[in-house]
């Protein structure tokens, strides 16, 4: 409970700065006078909860984050194990896979305009690429990192291909991919939102650009903290299921203010030593070193 309560007085502390700083018209270097208050955001939350437009653009949101995020999760997912299993694979796509991936998902907005025939669409292919490959690469290290022992021993039970990917390779895999999962679903939101703002209709990306090009800034401080609630939200999901599915694995626990104890020396304990004088000699050298 301490570390909770530490969280959130962190996160007041930082509220109540941004207050101070903006009721107070503090301007230095940083010009706090042309930001909102907390009052005039958590108002003009208040009001945007109460009409129908704040929930509309959250489902689009949603709606294109996941069904992006999971398109780039079964394709990252398969595209990475096969590359990482298969020479021919990794010399037909590797190539290519490394000249795109580079190039920065929100530059495909063009390539999306052409190729599909709706906004929405182009939107979900955007949001797909930019997970897309850091959920290939690290499979792809994960898989190939895994001990030989383990696939020698499903052979040697008489076990083929496919049981070795279901019972060890996508097991042994499976913390790489959801620390590839947890980078995609970041990526994923920025993506998306920048979408939003270039080629959306509606959503919470949108949204904001609208309220910025009208001068609303509680307005686009609203949409901000929106933005970040949803990917803590979905981050943290990534997270919780990840921790289902590797449960299996042993995790260090940390206690607050606890420390290891530290190990006292202690008195050599006497041998007692029978035989010969060369038997003794070798025992009483072993005791000093």
């Given amino acids: 409970m301490s570390r909770y309560a530490l969280r959130v007085g962190s996160l007041a502390a930082a509220l109540g700065l941004w207050q101070l700083l903006t009721s107070m018209d503090v301007d230095l270097w940083l010009r706090f006078s042309q930001f909102p208050t907390v009052a005039d955001v958590a108002r003009t939350f208040g009001e945007r909860l109460s009409g129908p437009d704040y929930w509309t653009d959250l489902t689009d949101s949603l709606t294109r984050i996941v069904t992006g995020f999971l398109l780039a999760a079964v394709l990252g ?110 990526v994923s939101w920025i993506c998306v939102i920048s979408a939003e703002m ?10 904001t650009w609208q309220d910025y090009t009208v ?24 997270e919780l299921l990840g921790r289902r599915l590797t449960r299996w694995l042993p995790r260090t626990s940390y206690v607050p203010g606890l420390r290891a104890p530290r190990a006292r020396a202690t008195a050599p304990v006497p041998v007692p030593v029978t035989g010969s004088p060369r038997a003794k000699e070798e025992v009483t050298h072993d005791q000093l070193v």
Avoid: K
């Avoid at 959306?200 to 949204?207: E, L």
């Avoid at 001068?215 to 990534?238: E, Q």
């Fill in 198 to 207: 270039i080629s959306g209709q509606y959503g919470v990306g949108y949204r």
């Fill in 215 to 238: 001068v609303d800034y509680p307005a686009v401080f609203v949409g901000m903290v929106t933005i970040g609630v949803l990917g803590w939200i979905t981050s943290t999901a990534v």
């Fill in 77 to 186: 997912v398969a595209t990475g194990v096969l590359v990482a299993r298969s020479r021919l694979a990794e010399d037909l796509l590797g190539p290519l896979l490394e000249v795109v991936r580079p190039i920065p998902a929100i530059a495909l907005v063009p390539v999306a305009i052409l190729l599909f025939p709706s906004n929405e669409q182009g939107i979900v292919f955007i949001t797909c690429t930019a997970a897309f490959f850091p959920v290939l690469v690290s499979t792809r290290h994960a898989v190939r990192a895994l001990t030989p022992v383990w696939e020698e021993a499903v052979r040697t039970m008489g076990g083929g291909r496919w049981r070795i990917l279901g019972s060890v390779v996508l097991p042994g895999a499976l913390p790489g991919i959801f620390g590839g999962l947890s980078v995609g679903i970041g």
